[in-house]
Nanobody
Framework: QVQVVESGGGLVQPGGSLRLSCAAS????????MGWYRQAPGKERELVAL???????VYADSVEGRFTISRDIAKNTVYLQMTSLKPEDTAVYYC???????????WGQGTQVTVSS
């Protein structure tokens, strides 16, 4: 079981940058794949980026080259560095384990990212 608290969201202009943090608890963190997900109003939650326990990363096509996921095992924290932000990146961002979204019963509060001029 992994429980998380997301932070770092806010209002940013198009082309700007933002760094999200996910503080996790649970003894399985170091051996779990972790991902960032986002959900915009009226849309389904989608995977944005994932990092495996071995450090391999996967990104959605829409954010490839702009976002970077990383983790600090010692701090039990996962990060999402976002650059070249676009209005279509506006959403609530969540972190969770990697896996099928439909099977995940637990979600944190998320952190709001708004990209607007």
């Amino acid at each position: 079981q992994v429980q998380v608290v997301e932070s770092g969201g806010g209002l940013v202009q198009p082309g700007g940058s933002l760094r999200l943090s996910c503080a996790a608890s649970g003894s399985s963190f170091s051996i779990s794949a972790m991902g960032w997900y986002r959900q915009a109003p009226g849309k389904e939650r989608e995977l944005v980026a994932l990092i495996t326990s071995g450090g391999n990363t996967v990104y959605a096509d829409s954010v490839e080259g702009r976002f970077t996921i990383s983790r600090d095992i010692a701090k039990n924290t996962v990060y999402l560095q976002m650059t070249s932000l676009k209005p279509e990146d506006t959403a609530v961002y969540y972190c969770n384990r990697g896996g099928p979204i439909a099977t995940m019963g637990y979600w944190g509060q998320g952190t709001q990212v708004t990209v607007s001029s």
